[in-house]
């Protein structure tokens, strides 16, 4: 797969003719040029340019009027999303395409309100209008179903990346950033994404269905990562972080609260549907651990879910590692039934199984196997009462009267 900066810098070579090469914008893709100028043509950037009058300092970092009619002098390096003012102030200095300048993003084959396409390979289908779009990479699409509503939102692409947007979506002030290559993202009809911003690595997959909103979240995805959210999922102030190689999967109907969740390396975290876990929760699936969660759980409010020990202990004597190598985390499991409720300021550790339909009272800590339809509480938690049912609802009095009274196992 082509490398856009790779790119840029076959043609700073092609071109630049001994000139002093200088780079458009001062920031970390900027820097990322210039090393690799350096490491691979021995060619130093002398100096940048940005519109930013907080970074322009005369010596390292220049207004664009500074490049006027200095052509002879200067080869200029663009790798910002295109800009006809950036063009506009080029050509009026002297500058001429190629020969005096190279702008990556100036390619555009077709662009209207529906429709564009560059040379690149890149294209976008359906009405963008209020997207500021930059393709950084070779053969990428982004589809937008109708009646979506864009505001303010920023999408950053590189290569080889498919984004679908569905019909009837709204997007307002979020981004979505592909920050590697061969990347999926979908976003079901009718869902919402506001303030919000996806961050996705190479080969991983986020698939958000119909229905869901997203406010003020921020989900990182780093490679090789697949998450399925199902429809009408509620995400609300969340920091969600998924590394290499984890799987999470959201059933239907589910709702999170502010809150951290963060699956590791090989790590496993599968929520059934009608889930709901309120106000500063941690939900963390460590390393090559599983984390599963049957459906209709509520989980209270400052409630930690966590697989491993998060540090590494050793035996002095064997100086070997005893609770956290691969094979130890893959055996360290977090099983939790159907309809279960986690009282508040609870922790679940690893190596817990609670069955279907028990009750875990506020400020325990479990970290061992409680039986359905327990009522357990302490620290470290113990079973106080058998044969409980609970309802969602308080107040009722009638235990004939909820649905969950069809699945008690006593």
Request: hydrophobic share 35%; charged share 25%; aromatic share 10%.
């Amino acid at each position: 797969m082509k490398d856009w900066i790779d790119d840029i810098i076959e043609n700073v070579y092609m071109y630049y003719n001994s000139r002093k090469v200088i780079l458009w914008g001062n920031y970390f893709i900027s820097d990322l040029i210039r090393d690799r100028l350096k490491e691979r043509y021995e060619i130093e950037v002398a100096f940048y340019i940005d519109i930013n009058t907080s970074k322009i300092d005369n010596t390292i970092v220049f207004s664009p009027d500074y490049l006027y009619g200095k052509s002879n002098k200067y080869y200029v390096v663009i790798p910002l999303a295109f800009h006809q003012s950036v063009k506009d102030v080029l050509y009026g200095g002297g500058y001429k395409r190629d020969i005096d300048y190279y702008y990556f993003a100036d390619c555009i084959v077709q662009q209207g309100q529906d429709y564009y396409e560059d040379l690149h390979g890149n294209k976008i289908i359906g009405a963008h209008q209020g997207l500021k779009f930059a393709f950084n990479g070779f053969n990428s699409i982004i589809v937008i179903g109708k009646n979506v509503q864009i505001k303010n939102s920023t999408f950053n692409i590189k290569n080889n990346i498919q984004v679908i947007i569905d019909d009837d979506v709204e997007l307002c002030e979020s981004i979505i950033d592909c920050k590697e290559n061969n990347a999926e993202i979908m976003i079901g009809k009718g869902s919402v994404l506001i303030k919000s911003s996806i961050n996705i690595d190479n080969n991983s997959i986020i698939k958000v269905k119909h229905n869901c909103s997203i406010w003020n979240t921020h989900i990182e995805i780093k490679k090789d990562v697949n998450i399925l959210i199902n429809e009408n999922v509620y995400i609300r102030e969340g920091q969600w972080l998924a590394c290499d190689n984890s799987k999470i999967e959201i059933g239907n109907r589910g709702k999170f609260y502010k809150g951290v969740l963060t699956t590791s390396k090989e790590s496993i975290l599968k929520i059934g549907q009608d889930f709901c876990i309120m106000w500063t929760y941690q939900i963390v699936a460590d390393e090559y651990t599983s984390i599963i969660i049957g459906d209709d759980c509520i989980i209270s409010y400052d409630v930690k879910i966590r697989s491993s020990d998060g540090h590494s202990i050793f035996d002095l004597k064997t100086r070997k590692n005893v609770n956290s190598t691969k094979k130890i985390s893959k055996s360290r499991k977090i099983l939790i039934g159907s309809h279960v409720w986690v009282g508040m300021c609870s922790i679940i550790l690893y190596n817990t199984k609670i069955g279907n339909g028990s009750i875990i009272g506020a400020t325990s800590l479990v970290k061992s196997s409680i039986p359905n339809n327990c009522m357990a509480a302490g620290i470290p938690a113990y079973v106080r009462k058998r044969d409980v049912a609970w309802a969602r609802q308080n107040g009722v009095e009638d235990i004939q009267e909820e649905w969950d009274y069809r699945n008690i196992d006593c």
